[in-house]
């Protein structure tokens, strides 16, 4: 192999892959790929369940990040992203930060929305203070270009996030031997089921991830501007160009 050969083959296999990784079934290459902007950006291996953490290491991350101290806490998490998440505030604050603007609100009718928004929320079940603080949220990350590296139009539904969580907190759950790969892909092909009705494409996915990676971002008033979101814009631009991606060997 020539060194301009050399040079091609090095910058188009760019992603992490685990040697020695069991082959995985057609349902199992799909339900990881919907973790790849993680794996990307994270250098996780693109062709196996796991962080490559010890079950200390691992543990400890799932008690911090996710809240979760044992096996006991699993089947909580697992229906809170398939069946909750964040996508639920998403679609009541999105469309009114839209609005906000459309209408050119000023301060004192922003806070008027803010009160519409909680009582939407819990209208629906959600956390009605959760929801008004994301709106202001979302809402200044929006007025200082917060949203200037995401999707525009913005998407309608940021299922892709969830979905994407799913997978992401499964590397955890089998590395630190809460979970065996059966129970992580089982609610993988769930999510799976979730995803796929939203979204026309791999990149509309990858889309919708990025900017319900900015939402959750947004959740804190204090500090709602997502400052890693480059990476994870650049990660999805990678796995939509770059030859060795999941992405472009399983269809959406």
């Not at 796991?50 to 809240?67: F, H, N, Y």
């Not at 679609?91 to 603007?101: H, R, Y």
């Not at 928004?117 to 200044?140: K, M, P, S, T």
Request: charged share 25%; proline share 4%.
């Amino acid at each position: 192999m020539g060194f301009l050969s050399s040079l091609k083959s090095f910058f188009s296999s760019s992603f992490h892959t685990l040697e020695g990784a069991r082959p995985l079934s057609d349902a199992e290459q799909r339900g990881l790929a919907l973790g790849a902007v993680h794996a990307a950006e994270g250098s996780l291996p693109m062709n196996a369940l796991t962080m490559e953490a010890d079950q200390r290491t691992a543990a400890r991350l799932l008690a911090g990040a996710w809240d979760v101290h044992g096996p006991q806490d699993v089947d909580a998490t697992y229906a809170f992203l398939l069946t909750e998440g964040h996508r639920g505030y998403y679609a009541v604050v999105g469309p009114a930060v839209e609005a906000t603007f459309e209408q050119r609100l000023g301060r004192r009718e922003s806070e008027a929305k803010a009160d519409e928004v909680a009582a939407q929320a819990a209208a629906r079940g959600l956390d009605g203070a959760r929801a008004r603080e994301w709106y202001l949220g979302w809402l200044a990350a929006a007025k200082v270009g917060g949203h200037g590296e995401l999707v525009d139009p913005l998407p309608a539904s940021i299922v892709a996030w969830d979905a994407a969580r799913v997978v992401h907190v499964s590397r955890l759950l089998v590395d630190a031997g809460f979970v065996d790969e059966a129970r992580a892909y089982a609610a993988i092909a769930q999510a799976v089921d979730l995803a796929r009705p939203a979204y026309a494409s791999w990149k509309d996915f990858g889309d919708a991830f990025c900017v319900g990676r900015a939402f959750w971002k947004a959740s804190n008033m204090r500090d709602p501007l997502d400052s890693e979101i480059g990476k994870f814009t650049s990660a999805t631009r990678s796995l939509l160009e770059q030859e060795d991606s999941p992405w472009l060997t399983v269809r959406w």
